[in-house]
């Protein structure tokens, strides 16, 4: 799994469970990102996405509570290509504001995360 | 001729040559006198009568008048019918002394002797014996004349005799051919006096009958024939022609139907209605005519009603009634008394209006007057029907325009259009049948009204009529008769009251006429069945007159001339001298005196004939037929005296019949020599110069002797004269009982009149009653109701048979009281509601029954006179609706109980969606009370958008008859009266009552059931979610753990480690419903796999606290980590190490999560040299995820690990601090 398709890349991780956090954060550097975060609350998921320079992020929907789409608004806003992943919605049940984003469905696999994170970045996703 | 082989006939000693017998008979019968019969018993002649139908009449009058010693013997051959037993013989035996015998077989002809067919047998004559035979049933027709009357010509050749009488059909007709064939004489009655004319007409049609003639006159022609004269009889076939002028037919038929002798209404107008009649059946020929009402009687009946009705109203010519009412009435009214009514009579009345008019005059009279009325009308008139009306007195509602409002409200009901006479006026008038021209008048009227009704009759009878009207009049009393009418001849009698309304006043009491009764008019006067009534000779002359009038005008004219020129002076007389026709000019002989008039011959005949003719007529009394002749000298008018022949000379002839009449002739007698005036004078001088001394001589004489005689005479005259004194005083006493008599038979025959007409009234009020009777008797008997009616006493009165079902009550029970009686059913209360009833409660009903049947029993006061004069109990089975109640109470109990027990709502509405019943269950589900859903309409259910479509949905539904709702259930929303909306299961199904469509809706809450499926779809999806989760938590372990692991063995054991820790925790979860963990719990359970007894490895110290969701599974696989090496290398490892975990949260600023894990008494431990997964979790993962500090040291004693984040990352909230410690 140590290949380069991020190299380079600063990816900001937002998931509220600390293994899965732990997890993505090794796969993503595994793929040669850099990561910033992992991130589990809303408020700092938005002050890291408004502030740090970022080349894309990979967003878990829900956060607790919480939902995540200020942080996409916050990196639609900044251009920043971002790829959803989610248990609980899919392509067909994510709100019309994000129609066409990326989404992937938990349990993702690792190669899926690489993959669509670097589509988004290459700006096909 | 076989002679010898002839049996001899049984009786008489006959000879067996009966022509030659018969011949020398003859002559013997010829004199049809009983000598002839004494000599020698001669071959008795035998003379078959056939009659049928309407022969009993026509045998009675045959025999009536038939000798009984006529030699003669009869056999009479009816039909008979075979069910019926004749008593002919017991009715001839009334009119004749002969005997009569049914007929046997052998049975000899013996004379004088009736002989009568038995039934069913037909009657043969062989050789003088009667032959009976069994009569063939196999052919319908019988014609037992027919039989008897050849067998009758072979036996008797030209002796036989056959009479044949009325009777429908033709039989006779052959067997007469066969009499006539014969030689024999054949008689036939009369067809126009035969009930049944067909029998004889048909011999007469085929000239078979060698004389016709009446019933009654039929013996007189029989002796003739007996005694050898031959028919025809030319005066007795030209007398009883039976082809007579059809109107006069038409009069006789009348007559006979309705009793009415229209013989005497005017000829033109009976002749015109006639025709009119004709016309309408369309038949021009009235012969036709006739035959019609020969056959068809009901013909006869309308036509005698056209010929009867005259047109009538009430008050016709008003002006007449007021000139009645004030010119006649107050007279009459005067005379009025409580004890003398005013008495009327209305003849003629037809349907009633001029006789209630009268009483309304005389009402509206007593009324203005202020008296007390006493008045009879007596209202008569001949044809029955219009009296039944006029009894009736229901009229229409033309009267109103006739009297005017007033008079019709004081006197009559008014019912519908109808009026009906009030009883008030009604019991003044009195209807009865009556025949003005034929039946005795009434008398002692105050007033007769007859108004148009003379205008109808001709001549004759108007006469006769204004005499009867004079007679049954008091003296002033008033007659007021129609506006066209008058009183002619009897002008002398009438006062004058009003000319122009023709009102007279009766002027004296004299007596017109013997009679009242008309003859029968001259086109009944052949009618045999009339020809006993009694002639008057006025009547008489006048039909004499009428009968030959037209036809013998000329002739009378010239026997007038000839009487003129050559027949001698005469007056026609009675025997009692009245005049009744002057021929002539004997008004010569008569002279008028001052002084009363009188009628008699010997009052004005001039006085030198006068004792002439007296003496004549006196002569002529007893039987002397000799003429009485004499010569009187005597001086007429402006003449010299001369000689006169006065003839005084008894009439007889048929026209006369038993009253003798007497002509009185006068001849004058001429000189006897003619010589001249001169010559005659000396003679008589030389005469009477000679002849005085005889004169003187004689004369002396006569004087002497008269002398001797006055005196003998004064003595006798004396005696005579005290005789006469008693007499006269006798006679005084006798007149004054007359008087007294007279009087009282006048008022015993009014008495009798007014019975009369009473008693009509009742016969017909009786008719009705005995309708009414058998009505109710049919009722009684046919209904299944059972009725008894009861009297005052209780006494059974009346029962049906029906009754007989619960009372043991029978026919002959009646009359018995019901106490008596025994009910099939217990009921102790009975008698006394029915003695309730009776005691003038009202009438009750009440339910009884008997062991298997139920009644209504209803009882009722039987009203009478508003009195309650005994009950009637009806009992009406009612058992099967009894039944059917109790069912249907039964089975609407089940239904409502399930109705109202239902967890559905149950709602029914009609056809126009008006909601008709609504259930418990409707009320909770809809919150509507029932009484507030039912009357509404259904749309209150439903969702506002779905109400407003629903009216039109039911009408298209009713209009086309498809819906998709009915019968099949689907899901709805209802509305609830809070406006909320429920969700409803429906099923709905339609039914008709009576043609009337209801729909019933049941409607299942289903709410509740909608939002748990809502939550299990939330729940499925969260649960979807949660294990995608999961999922991906198990995918990173096993990365991780794949990552640090490089046996299989291992990685299947540490993952399936890590995976059951997951798992604790996520029940830990689920039963705190995702919500939170318990801290301690948390650790407790992580730790629970490694030991078997926490208490003693496990020290807690920390204060209650939740931690979230996330926090929990992230703590909780760190948690599982340290126990895993403190397992594998730690004071786990042995069995007396043990873990201390201490957890706090501090106070703000910021809320700390402070927590410490330490391992005490397990082996020795260095630090470790290489991390792996646990190591990363231990250390790293919260670090990353949580920006938490965490400490490790490894002294030698035990692991010592600590954390610190901010507590809001993982803890739901944070609780007083609180130092808690764990129990040992």
Redesign the interface.
């Known amino acids: 799994m140590n290949d380069d398709a991020l190299q380079g890349f600063r990816i900001l991780i937002v ?13 993503l550097r595994s793929a040669g990102a850099d990561v910033v975060g ?1 991130v ?2 809303l408020d700092e998921a938005e002050q890291l996405a408004a502030s740090e320079p970022i080349t894309a992020a990979l967003l878990d929907i ?1 956060l ?1 509570d919480d939902e995540v789409w200020p942080v996409a608004r916050i990196l639609a806003v900044r251009r920043i290509p971002f790829v959803f992943c989610s ?2 919605f899919d392509r067909g049940s994510l709100p019309a504001e994000w129609d066409g984003c990326p989404i992937l ?6 190669r899926q995360m690489i993959d669509a994170l670097a589509a988004a970045i290459r700006g096909t996703g | 001729m076989p002679r010898k082989d002839d049996p001899a006939p049984a009786r008489g000693g006959r000879s067996a040559k009966p022509k030659p017998a018969t011949r020398a008979d003859s002559p013997a019968d010829a004199s049809a006198d009983a000598p002839a019969t004494r000599q020698k018993p001669p071959a008795t002649r035998i003379v078959a009568i056939g009659a049928s139908a309407g022969g009993l009449e026509a045998l009675e009058l045959f025999f009536d008048a038939m000798r009984a010693d006529s030699g003669v013997a009869f056999v009479i051959v009816q039909h008979l019918s075979p069910d019926f037993r004749s008593v002919m013989d017991e009715l001839l035996a009334r009119r004749t002394r002969m005997s009569i015998r049914a007929v046997t077989t052998g049975t000899a002809v013996e004379p004088n002797v009736i002989y009568l067919r038995p039934a069913q047998q037909t009657l043969i004559i062989q050789q003088g014996v009667f032959v009976l035979k069994q009569e063939d049933k196999k052919t319908h027709l019988n014609f037992p004349i027919d039989a008897f009357l050849k067998s009758l010509a072979r036996d008797q050749k030209d002796r036989a005799i056959a009479v044949i009488l009325s009777g429908t059909g033709t039989d006779g007709t052959l067997g007469a051919a066969a009499i006539r064939d014969a030689g024999g004489i054949v008689l036939a009655q009369d067809p126009t006096t035969a009930r049944f004319d067909s029998m004889p007409r048909s011999l007469i049609e085929r000239n078979l009958a060698s004389a016709s003639a009446p019933p009654n006159a039929l013996p007189r022609l029989l002796l003739r024939v007996l005694s050898g004269e031959a028919p025809p009889f030319a005066e007795e076939a030209s007398e009883h022609s039976w082809s007579v002028d059809p109107e006069r037919q038409i009069i006789q038929l009348l007559q006979r139907r309705c009793g009415a002798d229209f013989g005497y209404y005017k000829k033109s107008t009976v002749g015109r209605r006639i025709r009119r009649r004709a016309e309408m059946a369309h038949l021009d020929d009235l012969a036709a005519y006739v035959e019609k009402l020969k056959q068809e009687p009901e013909e006869i009946d309308l036509l005698s009603k056209d010929l009867l009705i005259g047109v009538t109203s009430f008050f016709r010519d008003a002006d007449a009634f007021s000139a009645l009412s004030e010119k006649a009435l107050p007279k009459i009214m005067a005379a009025m008394s409580p004890r003398r009514p005013v008495r009327v009579w209305v003849p003629g009345c037809a349907t009633g209006e001029e006789a209630y008019s009268i009483a309304i005059l005389l009402k509206e009279y007593a009324r203005k007057e202020r008296m007390e009325l006493n008045a009879k009308v007596f209202a008569t008139d001949i044809f029955g029907p219009a009296l039944e009306r006029a009894g009736r007195g229901v009229y229409d509602d033309s009267i109103v325009k006739a009297l005017g409002p007033d008079l019709v409200e004081r006197y009559f009901d008014a019912n519908g259009s109808q009026y009906q006479v009030k009883p008030g006026l009604r019991r003044f008038v009195v209807f009865s049948p009556h025949n003005l021209l034929k039946d005795p008048p009434f008398t002692r009227m105050d007033l007769v009204s007859c108004r148009n009704l003379l205008i109808y009759f001709d001549d004759i009878a108007q006469r006769m009529v204004l005499m009867l009207f004079h007679f049954a009049l008091d003296r002033n009393g008033i007659l007021f008769l129609g506006p066209s009418e008058a009183i002619s001849e009897l002008a002398d009698e009438f006062g004058v009251i009003d000319q122009q309304w023709r009102i007279f006043r009766k002027l004296r009491d004299v007596r017109l006429r013997e009679s009242f009764r008309l003859l029968p008019s001259p086109s009944l006067r052949d009618d045999p069945a009339l020809h006993h009534e009694p002639r008057s000779p006025v009547i008489a002359v006048a039909a004499a007159k009428a009968r030959s009038a037209p036809a013998q005008r000329g002739l009378t004219k010239a026997y007038d001339a000839i009487l003129d020129r050559f027949a001698p002076a005469g007056v026609l007389v009675s025997r009692d001298g009245t005049i009744f026709h002057v021929f002539g000019d004997a008004h010569r002989y008569l002279s008028v005196r001052e002084g009363r008039f009188s009628n008699l011959i010997t009052g004005v005949a001039i006085e030198d004939l006068r004792h002439t003719i007296g003496a004549g007529l006196e002569r002529m009394r007893g039987y002397n037929t000799v003429p009485f002749v004499r010569q009187v000298r005597c001086r007429l008018a402006g003449e010299d005296e001369k000689a006169f022949k006065v003839t005084v000379e008894r009439l007889n002839g048929s026209d006369w019949q038993d009253e003798d009449y007497c002509m009185v002739t006068f001849a004058e007698v001429a000189p006897p020599k003619k010589v001249g005036r001169r010559a005659r004078a000396v003679e008589a001088e030389i005469e009477s110069v000679e002849a005085v001394e005889l004169y003187r001589e004689r004369i002396r004489d006569l004087e002497n002797e008269l002398r001797a005689t006055e005196e003998n005479l004064q003595a006798t005259i004396e005696e005579m004269e005290t005789t006469n004194e008693e007499l006269q005083a006798t006679n005084e006493e006798l007149m004054s009982t007359n008087e007294e008599l007279q009087s009282t038979n006048e008022e015993l025959n009014s008495v009798n009149e007014e019975l009369l007409t009473v008693s009509a009234e009742h016969q017909r009020k009786i008719d009705e009653l005995v309708e009414v009777t058998l009505d109710m008797n049919h009722l009684l008997k046919s209904t299944d109701i059972g009725v008894i009616y009861l009297d005052h006493d209780l006494r059974v009165r009346r029962l049906t048979p029906a009754i007989a079902d619960t009372f043991n009550l029978l026919e002959q029970d009646i009359g018995r009281p019901i106490e008596h009686i025994t009910a099939r059913f217990h009921q102790p209360e009975l008698f006394s509601w029915i003695k309730d009833v009776l005691a003038g409660g009202p009438a009750c009903e009440h339910e009884i029954s008997t062991s298997d049947r139920a009644f209504l029993l209803r009882i009722l006061p039987y009203q009478l006179g508003g009195e309650t004069a005994g009950v009637v109990i009806a009992l009406i089975d009612i058992t099967r609706r009894k039944n059917a109640e109790i069912q249907l109470r039964a089975s609407e109990t089940r239904l409502s109980t399930i109705v109202e027990t239902a967890v559905d709502a149950i709602v029914v509405v009609d056809e126009r969606g008006i909601v008709q019943s609504f259930n418990t269950s409707a009320e909770r589900i809809f919150g509507y009370a029932a009484a507030e859903a039912i009357g509404s309409n259904v749309s209150i259910l439903m969702p506002k958008a779905l109400g407003r479509a629903h009216d039109d949905y039911i009408s298209a539904y009713l209009r086309t008859g498809v819906g998709k709702v009915i019968g099949t259930g689907r899901e709805v929303e209802g509305r609830r009266k809070d406006g909320a909306l429920v969700h409803l299961d429906l099923a709905l199904t339609e039914w008709s009552v009576e043609g009337r469509r209801y729909f019933t809706g049941i409607m299942r809450d289903i709410t509740g059931r909608k939002e748990r499926e809502q939550h299990i779809r939330l729940i499925m999806r969260e649960l979807s979610h949660r294990t995608k989760n999961v999922l991906s938590v198990v995918q990173a372990m096993a990365w991780q753990t794949s990552r640090t692991t490089s046996d299989s063995e291992g990685f299947q054991e540490r993952l399936s480690r890590r995976i059951d820790g997951l798992g604790r925790s996520i029940d830990l979860l689920v039963r705190r419903e995702w919500e939170g963990v318990d801290l301690e719990e948390l650790v407790r359970d992580q730790l629970s796999p490694f030991f078997d007894d926490a208490g003693s490895h496990l020290v807690l110290t920390g204060p209650p606290l939740t931690l979230k969701p996330n926090g929990a599974q992230d703590l909780g696989l760190v948690l599982h980590e340290l126990a895993t090496n403190a397992s594998k290398y730690g004071s786990l490892s042995v069995p007396t190490g043990r873990v201390v975990v201490g957890w706090t949260v501090t106070a703000a600023p910021v809320a700390l999560f402070q927590m410490s894990w330490r391992e005490e008494g397990g082996p020795r431990i260095a630090v470790p040299t290489h991390a792996g997964f646990g190591g990363t979790v231990i250390k790293d993962m919260l670090a990353k995820a949580h920006k938490a500090v965490v400490g490790m040291d490894f002294p030698p004693e035990g692991l010592v690990w600590r954390l610190e984040l901010e507590a809001h990352r993982i803890v739901r909230d944070v609780p007083e601090p609180e130092q808690r410690t764990a129990r040992p």
């Open positions: 998931e509220d469970n600390a293994l899965l956090a732990l997890t993505v954060d090794s796969i992992p589990g609350l829900k607790n248990g609980h469905a938990k349990p993702a696999r690792a």
